[in-house]
């Protein structure tokens, strides 16, 4: 969702533990948000990156 201007890093953030697990990724931007796209084939492996550095998922 639509993110406040004051929250910065956030992309680099993930973007950086995908690249420690060998995970590429497609990042764009919009006005209030970013968008991350994986391969299918790594969406297991990228959310328990994820999670191990402590990012949530709903």
Do not use: M, W
Not at 4 to 13: E, P, Q, R, V
Not at 38 to 55: F, M, P
Request: no cysteine; glycine share 6%; proline share 2%.
């Amino acid at each position: 969702g639509p993110l406040d201007f004051k929250f910065t890093g956030i992309l680099a953030g993930i973007a950086d533990v995908l690249a420690e697990n060998q995970i590429s990724i497609f990042a764009t931007s919009t006005f209030d948000t970013d968008y991350i796209l994986i391969k299918k084939q790594n969406l297991t492996t990228a959310v328990s990156a994820l999670e191990r550095a402590g990012y949530h998922f709903n």
